[in-house]
């Protein structure tokens, strides 16, 4: 069975640029979750979908970040315009369901701004 | 932002030896999941925890959720050099909201 798949596995690019981060969750699964992780602030939650719908983004960064769910099963990640500092993994993962349900990651994106 | 300590924070122990990781919120939770992550991994899931007092076990770990449903820990006996990883705990409280925690990462000693 196919797992969540994440793409690119690495993308390196100039501040300033747009990067596009995608993910097709596990068929079936009714949520989808995007991550961030780094070494200093650790596992962070940008922002969930239930549905498709866009449930909570309170943890997205600043408005340079934005998320998109145009139907279930495929969700991007975008940040324009990219700077050093959003130089992370960033995870996605989906689940049956919102709560209650174990979260299944994809093997996610190592992104690094110059 | 709900505050989800995990400590220790980092761990070194000898092959053979016991490991406990413990997860306190500041909140009640309605359950927890635990996760491992390998280096260069992802998150893999665990286990998940509901009842208060619940004790699960997967082979040499155990589980624990707190009987005030605030805390939880993780146990494993006779640590071996596959257990190396990251170990986080994730809180849902009665929101929509999960929050891992900070993890405790271990590193066994051959």
């Known amino acids: 069975d196919a797992g969540v798949i994440q793409s690119p596995r690495h993308e390196v690019t100039e501040m300033g640029q747009e990067v596009t981060l995608r993910c097709k969750p596990i068929?079936?699964?009714?949520?989808l979750f995007w991550y961030r992780q780094t070494m200093m602030r650790g596992l962070e939650l940008l922002i969930y979908f239930n549905n498709n719908v866009p449930i909570d983004d309170s943890g997205m960064p600043e408005d340079r970040f934005s998320a998109k769910m145009p139907n279930a099963s495929f969700s991007t990640l975008k940040i324009q315009p990219s700077e050093p500092r959003d130089s992370a993994v960033y995870f996605c993962?989906?689940?049956?369901?919102?709560?209650?349900?174990?979260?299944?990651f994809g093997d996610g994106t190592r992104l690094s701004i110059l | 932002g709900q505050q989800v300590m995990q400590i220790p924070q980092y761990q070194h122990v000898q092959e053979g030896e016991d490991f406990t990781t413990y997860c306190n919120s500041s909140t009640t939770l309605s359950n927890i999941q635990w996760y491992k992550q390998r280096p260069g991994g992802h998150p893999v899931f665990l286990i998940q925890l509901v009842k208060s007092g619940e004790v699960k076990k997967q082979k040499r770990l155990t589980f624990q959720f707190g009987e005030a449903k605030k805390n939880s820990s993780l146990h494993i006996t006779a640590t071996q050099t596959t257990d190396v990883g990251t170990y986080f705990c994730?809180?849902?409280?009665?929101?929509?909201?999960?929050?891992f925690g900070t993890g405790t990462s271990l590193t066994v000693i051959p």
């Open positions: 994730a809180e849902s409280n009665t929101g929509n909201q999960f929050y």
């Open positions: 068929s079936g699964h009714n949520s």
């Open positions: 993962a989906s689940s049956l369901t919102v709560r209650n349900q174990p979260q299944h």
